[in-house]
């Protein structure tokens, strides 16, 4: 299987910052990285696809990036909606997908 | 507006079979462009893909779960379902349903809200 490692695992930052997110593939999975927004009690919601590819009707204040092994999410100015877990997911591979362990992005 | 919906019993008995059924509105689950996938969180774990299936019934299945898993679609009254056999505490987690788009690169799109199911006695 493909193990995905995403860093950091939490990370606290304050209304309006710039965070950056971390995943990274045990091996190459080309531009097959998408990324995920999960709150509590709610679906999971696709952010990125493709790696850099911005899903429809999500803001453009969340941002990709990366090919191979290594990639990123970014997300500037940051709001109050923003903050939830985020996975890294890769679909280069099936079976099986799998999904990195996730950033708990919390409220500083 | 696509909507997934999982259902089904919320306790099962250690060694029984855990089954849930999604079921899929706003759109229909026999289009040729998606995959319909089952994945599951057990509390505080990350996300662990079970496995998917196709219109036509073709399947994949995650390797560490497959001796147990059955996922079947029923398109008539577009739903698919999971069937987990010999559970134990371990396969305590909540249970998601997902559309997964196949037309370049695959992606889950929609998500159900995901139900929990515990095993015990």
């Known amino acids: 299987d493909i193990q995905m490692t995403q860093s950091p695992s939490s990370l606290s930052a304050s209304v309006g910052d710039r965070v950056t997110v971390t995943c990274r593939a045990s091996q190459s999975i080309s531009s097959y990285l998408n990324w995920y927004q999960h709150k509590p009690g709610k679906a999971p919601k696709l952010l990125i696809y493709a790696a850099s590819s911005l899903q429809s009707g999500v803001p453009s204040r969340f941002s990709g990036s990366g090919s191979g092994t290594d990639f990123i999410l970014t997300i500037t100015s940051l709001q109050p909606e923003d903050f939830a877990t985020y996975y890294c997911q890769q679909s280069y591979s099936n079976p099986p997908y799998t999904f990195g362990q996730g950033t708990n992005l919390e409220i500083k | 507006q696509v909507q997934l919906q999982e259902s089904g019993p919320g306790l099962v008995k250690p060694s029984q079979t855990l089954s849930l059924t999604c079921t899929v509105s706003g759109g229909s689950i026999s289009s040729g462009s998606y995959y319909w996938n089952w994945i599951r969180q057990p509390a505080g774990k990350g996300l662990e893909w079970i496995g998917r299936?196709?219109?036509?019934?073709?399947?994949n299945y995650n390797p560490s779960l497959k001796s147990r898993v059955t996922i079947s679609v029923d398109t008539s009254k577009n739903q698919f379902s999971l069937k987990l056999s010999s559970v134990t505490a371990a396969d305590t987690a909540v249970y998601y349903c997902?559309?997964?788009?196949?037309?370049?690169?695959?992606?889950?799109?929609?998500w159900g809200q995901g139900t929990l199911v515990t095993v015990s006695s």
């Open positions: 299936i196709y219109s036509s019934g073709s399947t």
């Open positions: 997902a559309r997964e788009d196949r037309s370049a690169w695959y992606f889950l799109d929609y």
